[in-house]
């Protein structure tokens, strides 16, 4: 099993980033993907979820309006699209995949919002 995310980096306030979790090793389109933050001497946060299927999804109250998640099942991928990012957001992302007890975890991306 293996998350893989990319597409983090530095951007400067007011920009955008598109994060993508590739995953493999599992069946993708039956299980609840996440993204997941942590700044530092933070705890980590839900930021976006999306159901196996892609009609719902949750977003913390920060990123409403800024943040979309979405994912393609021929892709096995997920993705955040994060725009008008602010300083606040910096922190390392996580992807996470859930399906009852299973639960499978990225190695994590960094985002760092300055100018």
């Known amino acids: 099993v293996q998350l893989v995310e990319s597409g983090g980096g530095l951007v400067q306030p007011g920009g955008s980033l598109r994060l993508s979790c590739a995953a493999s090793?599992?069946?993708?389109?039956?299980?609840?993907m996440s993204w997941y933050r942590q700044a530092p001497g933070k705890e980590r946060e839900l930021v976006a979820s999306i159901s196996s299927a892609g009609r719902s999804t949750t977003y913390a109250e920060s990123v409403k309006g800024r943040f979309t998640i979405s994912r393609d099942s021929a892709k096995n991928t997920a993705y955040l699209q994060m725009n008008s990012l602010k300083p606040e957001d910096t922190a390392v992302y996580y992807c996470?995949?859930?399906?009852?007890?299973?639960?499978?975890w990225g190695q994590g991306t960094q985002v760092t919002v300055s100018s």
């Open positions: 090793g599992f069946t993708f389109s039956r299980y609840r």
């Open positions: 996470n995949a859930v399906l009852g007890l299973n639960t499978f």
